[in-house]
Structures are given as structure tokens and as C-alpha cells.
């Protein structure tokens, strides 16, 4: 079977995630993977569409189309299948308030889920939003690397308590949430805060340490942590997260701990893979707790690993999305 992939743009996590990363185990399910960013320009992607043809399936990953877009790759190709993994119904970043709508991005969305003959989402809550439009819903969640990752060496006892934070600089308001938690225990307990970033972060009061991200050493240094943080805000476009943070953290068995919002306390489990808050202040208690007990750190931790490793891990993510291709 051939299948060809778009994906919105080579530098996006979720292209990596969702299409790069699964095409060994794509291809090694018989299927002849091809893989094209989508155009901006509209001669070629009235080429795009004629070439659909060729194809038996094509995977949309993520873009929105307009409705004429949508029509005609409809039109065009045999098969569709549609995956996302974020909210992209709605804004990301509202302008007033908690206002998160956007009639353009949900016309462009009713479209492109309606035209699809599946929809893969990456949790059960963006699966909800597909299925108002369409009754051929799957969910898939992400995978991560996790054979070949560095482990966290729970032999070495660090002076300081690292906790870590993984992520896009547009998110570090995120992080920020917990700038007078970590200012409080800044007080009590020796602990830097690890940033992995595009951007750099100061907190007043917290030892930061600002590592510039790349995708060669990333996990490296999350392999350092004692703790993964993954704070959220609740709101609409949170809630539609895949948790990706926290499964990088398991992967590498460190210890997350992340706000109850979304799927979070789907994929860490509370008191079994990790710490599950659900306010800001949680975020103390749950921390001092893993200072205190480090023998705590390594239950979690290991139980995080075997976790990832039992069903997020990219082996069986990508099998899993071979066998529902296959499906179609």
C-alpha cells in the first residue's frame, strides 16, 4: 500500500512526533511511506492534489484545510485519514481573556474531519471534538523514543534536587506559574531549576540553569532531572495536550509531576508513575515530598519507564498506527 504523509512543516514537534518518527515501523508493516510538506502556494497544491491520485491512502497530519481544500483533496484521493494531536479547533492564544474561540479555525476543521474516511486523535478529549463531525474516530497517543534513551542513575545522588522543564519558549508562561513555589523551596531546600529551551528563563529567587534545546541532546539532560515538571493552566487548548512532556520524562525513568488537567492523570497514573496536583500550590507539597524520599523518585520513576515501555513507547505507537492503516 502506498501512503503518502503531509505534514504542515518539517521544524513542528508534531510532524516529528506523529508521521518522522513512526515511518520505520510504517515501513516495515509493508506499507511505502511518502512523505511532503504541504504548499503554501495554490498551483501547488492544485499539483498536490492531482498527485493524490497515485496514492491508496493519504495521511493528513494536523493542517486545517479550507473548505475548498478540503473538497478537493476529497475529491482527489481514495483515502483520507486525518490525525491531530492538539486543539486546533480553537486559538492557542487567546486575545481577550478566556476566550478561545475561532469560527475560521472550526469551519476549517468541520471540513477537513468531516472529509476524512478516520480520524486519529492523540487523546480522548480531541477524539470527543472529531466525533461531533464524524463517527470514524481512533485515538492514538503519542509516542516517544524509549529503547535507546538515557536512564536516570538513581546510584548518583545529586547535591542539589534538579528539577526540569522541557519545551518551546512560548510555553515557559507556563512554567511560570510555579515561580513563587519554586521560590519557596528555593529557601528550605538546595534545588536548580533545569530549562530546556529556544528561550531562556530568570526567576527571582530560583536557581535556574537555561540549556539552549537541541533534539541531539535533549535527552541527555532530561536523564538528569530528579523530577519532570509539567505544569498547565486549565483552559480549552491545555486540556487538548498529549502529555508529551511527562512521557519524555518516563521514558528516561524520571519522576514527573503534572497539573491534573487534560489527560494527565490518564498517563500518570498518581502515586504510581508520578505526582498528580491539581493546583499550582500542589506543586510544593508534591516536590518536597520527592526531596524528602529519593527511594520514592526511584519507585516512581522506574514504574514510569515500564509504563512508556508497555504502551507509549514509539515500537508499539507505530504498529499501532501500521495495523489501522492497514485497516483501511
Known sequence: MKVLFLYPHESLP???????NLLPWIEKSGIRPACE??????????????????????????KLL?????LLLRK?????????????????????????????????FLFTVKGADLVIAGNRILAGEA????RRVVVLPSGVPASDVPQKDYQRVNSEFILGWVGGGGNLHH???LENVLRRLSVRYPIQMYVLSDRSLQMDG??????PWDLQTETHYIALFDAGLMPLPKNRWTEGKCAYKALQYMAASVVPVVSDVGINRDVVRDGIEGLVVREPEGFYQAIERLILDRNLCRSLGQNARK????????????QRLADILNSI
Open 307 to 318: 509504563r512508556v515501555l508497555k504502551e507509549f513507547s514509539l515500537e508499539v505507537v507505530g
Open 14 to 20: 508534531s510532524s516529528r512526533v506523529r508521521v518522522f
Open 131 to 134: 466525533e461531533r463531525l464524524n
Open 175 to 177: 512554567l511560570e506559574i
Open 37 to 62: 510538506r504541504y504548499p503554501g502556494d495554490i498551483r501547488q497544491k492544485v499539483k498536490l492534489f492531482i498527485k493524490c491520485r497515485r496514492y491508496d491512502l493519504v495521511f493528513l497530519q494536523k
Open 66 to 70: 479550507t473548505p475548498w481544500e478540503a
Open 206 to 211: 530560583v536557581k535556574v540553569k537555561n540549556i
Open 76 to 108: 482527489m484521493a481514495k483515502r483520507v485519514v486525518y490525525d491531530f494531536d492538539d486543539a486546533v479547533y480553537i486559538r492557542d492564544h487567546p486575545e481577550r481573556g478566556d476566550d478561545y474561540r475561532s469560527l475560521s479555525r472550526y469551519i476549517k
